[in-house]
């Protein structure tokens, strides 16, 4: 079993910068591959990154790519992350996600243990 809670989440400027943190909970969480999803007003929820259960594979929406960085510390049991050039479409309730398999996914459907969701606000 795995407990995730978002934080980090605000308000910023265009073109600022904010670091999502997501601290989980659970023994097996060095095994779970991790991923951030977000949900704008209206939208479907998307996949934004994910990382491997050792961080050593990852991948990026084309969206974010260049942009956004996903990692993970292990030994503190979080995951981050970090977003630069923020823009208005940005804008959304950021979720972590875990996912028992090791390697992970871009899909929803495959992520096993859900975050509250941390809202980020990009103004124009």
């Known amino acids: 079993q795995v407990q995730l809670v978002e934080s980090g989440g605000g308000l910023v400027q265009a073109g600022g910068s904010l670091r999502l943190s997501c601290a989980a909970s659970g023994r097996t969480f060095s095994r779970y591959a991790m991923g951030w999803f977000r949900q704008a007003p209206g939208k479907e929820r998307e996949f934004v990154a994910r990382?491997?259960?050792?961080?050593?594979?990852?991948g990026y929406a084309d969206s974010v790519k260049g942009r956004f960085t996903i990692s993970r510390d292990n030994a503190k049991i979080t995951m981050y992350l970090q977003m630069n050039s923020l823009k208005p479409e940005d804008t959304a309730v950021y979720y972590c996600a875990a996912d028992r398999d090791p390697y992970g996914s871009a899909q929803q459907r495959a992520y096993d243990y859900w975050g509250q969701g941390t809202q980020v606000t990009v103004s124009s």
């Open positions: 990382i491997s259960s050792s961080g050593g594979n990852t």
